[in-house]
């Protein structure tokens, strides 16, 4: 399984960026789903996360301009980024939890990483 992140880019504040995540191979199911960032010198953090039902959550500092969509059928993960911020800038990175993925004769639950993909937001 692996799972391929797009979308970022370089936007002024006050703009807008959509980033997709898209898993392939061979995959049952995924429980979770969720975007991650990494600004320069900081630590990774969680910013938003949904559910195979729906069920969406977000950090604070993004709630009412983050949007977190996923299409179960294609495995793919969305964040629609609104109204950026400067400090929205970093590293975005798509996450994979509880993915239900056959390994030899067993079906394993595991866990997987997107590359990430850059987004800088200018003042």
């Known amino acids: 399984v692996q799972l391929q992140a797009s979308g970022g880019g370089l936007v002024q504040a006050g703009g807008s960026l959509r980033l997709n995540c898209a898993a392939s191979?061979?995959?049952?199911?995924?429980?979770?789903m969720a975007w991650y960032r990494q600004a320069p010198g900081k630590e990774r953090e969680l910013v938003a996360w949904?559910?195979?039902?729906?069920?969406?959550y977000y950090m604070d500092s993004v709630k009412g301009r983050f949007t977190i969509s996923r299409d179960n059928p294609k495995n793919t993960v969305d964040l629609q980024m609104n109204s950026l911020k400067p400090e929205d800038t970093g590293v975005y990175y798509c996450?994979?939890?509880?993915?239900?993925?056959?390994?030899?004769?067993?079906?394993?639950?595991?866990?997987?990483w997107g590359q990430g993909t850059l987004v800088t937001v200018s003042s």
């Open positions: 191979g061979i995959i049952i199911s995924i429980h979770e």
């Open positions: 949904i559910y195979s039902g729906g069920t969406a």
């Open positions: 996450n994979a939890v509880k993915v239900r993925t056959p390994v030899g004769d067993k079906v394993r639950e595991l866990e997987f």
